[in-house]
């Protein structure tokens, strides 16, 4: 099992940034890839970028640009730097970690992220 704690999340103005932070713990070696995913109200949850194990990076085009997805294996953490936010960007920021057996998902609880306009 792999536990996932984001934090990081809150509000802020549009044109701000947030960096969210995701604490990994557990059989890490299970783990493939990791991401954060995103879910607005009346909304399905889409991935907004996503890290290999080899640091190969995706984004989603709504945030290419203004978003920065990096891991620090050694300290078993994941980030997500947020600029020039947009009130578009209001969601539940989810992270996901990819296991190596079956490509499905551990997940975090999630953290709040709120653009003002």
């Known amino acids: 099992q792999v536990q996932l704690v984001e934090s990081g999340g809150g509000l802020v103005q549009a044109g701000g940034s947030l960096r969210l932070s995701c604490a990994a713990s557990g059989s890490i070696f299970s783990i493939n890839a990791m991401g954060w995913y995103r879910q607005a109200p009346g909304k399905e949850r889409e991935l907004v970028a996503r890290i290999s194990s080899g640091g190969s990076t995706y984004y989603a085009d709504s945030v290419k640009g203004r978003f920065t997805i990096s891991r620090d294996n050694t300290k078993n953490t994941l980030y997500l730097q947020m600029n020039s936010l947009k009130p578009e960007d209001t969601a539940m920021y989810y992270c996901?970690?990819?296991?190596?057996?079956?490509?499905?998902?551990?997940w975090g609880q999630g953290t709040q992220v709120t653009v003002s306009s």
């Open positions: 996901a970690a990819e296991r190596r057996s079956d490509r499905g998902n551990y």
